[in-house]
């Protein structure tokens, strides 16, 4: 069981935050990052115990990569596939540029979690999980591990092409009854109480691989820490 932490995204993540975690999957400029910000992450997972992993997203920064293309009211097949198209040179590059920056820091890139927007979407649509995966695999190789929703296309697909699948359970956001997130538009969306995400994690272990927290959500070291007593209990 492996926690993992969606890094690289904000100016205030310490690396107290980051030592707690075993995978820290790093945005590489779609939605969040820049040369800097993967050269940090990169260079604390060079000294440390801690995986590197890509984060790529929709090219979004305005919106954090939390909006999508491919709108309830424009969701066609022919949008869906033009919309992969993109996708599939977009998270090749993200991948890439963080890839390239790694290795010169001696690191390995060993994971790829898509970002907001593109994560659900991926899970929904065949074309844009396959857009995904084909694009990690061009700049990362086959060896990675694909992290996604427990149920969905990704998950499917990433199985289809061999590739491995790490099911990801989340300690600091609420869940419907059917394994979907609660936007971050609705009230209370975010988990902040320590004991909360813990007894959360906790609740997940069973039945996913991995569990994710995430830098921006408020206080998030004292969650992080939390999190990771219950883990190991």
């Keep these: 069981m492996l926690l993992n932490l969606d890094a690289g995204e904000r100016s205030e993540e310490t690396e107290g935050l980051w030592s707690l975690c075993d995978l820290l999957n790093c945005a590489c ?18 000294r440390s115990t801690v995986r590197l992993g890509a984060h790529p997203s929709y090219p979004d920064r305005a919106g954090f990569g939390r909006r999508s293309p491919v709108a309830t009211t424009d969701a066609s097949p022919a949008r869906v596939r033009e919309v992969a198209a993109l996708v599939e040179m977009a998270v090749s590059e993200q991948c890439r540029a963080l890839a390239d920056g790694a290795r010169r820091r001696g690191v390995a890139v060993v994971a790829v979690k898509p970002h907001g927007a593109l994560y659900h979407d991926a899970a929904a649509h065949v074309p844009i999980a396959r857009a995904v995966l084909v694009g990690a695999v061009d700049a990362l190789g086959r060896g990675i591990t ?23 359970g989340f300690a600091d956001r609420r869940m419907r009854a059917d394994g979907t997130l609660v936007p971050r538009t609705e009230p209370d969306a975010l988990i902040v109480d320590p004991a909360e995400a813990a007894a959360q994690a906790a609740a997940l272990v069973s039945s996913v691989d991995t569990i994710c ?9 004292a969650v992080a820490r939390a999190v990771r007593e219950a883990m190991r209990g």
């Design 213 to 221: 927290l995430h830098g921006d959500t408020p206080g998030a070291l």
């Design 29 to 46: 400029g779609g939605h969040a990052g820049d040369e800097t910000t993967m050269d940090r992450v990169a260079r604390f997972c060079a």
């Design 146 to 168: 694909v992290i996604g929703p427990p149920t969905g296309a990704l998950r499917d697909e990433a199985t289809r092409m061999g590739l491995m699948y790490a099911r990801e």
